[in-house]
């Protein structure tokens, strides 16, 4: 799932590590999110969005998500 965590934290200032600690995950969680290959839990998005003052729709890309797999479900 695509996500704006790694360009909010790049504004924001923070290392990956400092936003795991922030948000109570290891770097490797943060690194897997910003990568695509893990969606964080709904509570771990909601964490996440709270330090960077952001909705969970935000955070998540929600409305793009949606339209990607849209897509691909039209596609099959």
Not at 15 to 36: C, D, H, K, P
Not at 39 to 60: G, K, N, Q, T, W
């Amino acid at each position: 799932m695509k996500t704006r965590v790694r360009e909010l934290r790049l504004s924001a200032g923070l290392t990956q590590q400092r936003l795991a600690e922030l948000v109570g995950v290891s770097g490797r969680t943060i690194i897997s999110i910003e990568t695509e290959r893990y969606s964080p839990s709904l509570m771990l998005a909601y964490r996440i969005a709270r330090v960077f003052d952001v909705s969970v729709e935000e955070l998540c890309c929600l409305k793009e998500n949606l339209e990607r797999e849209e897509k691909e479900y039209e596609e099959l």
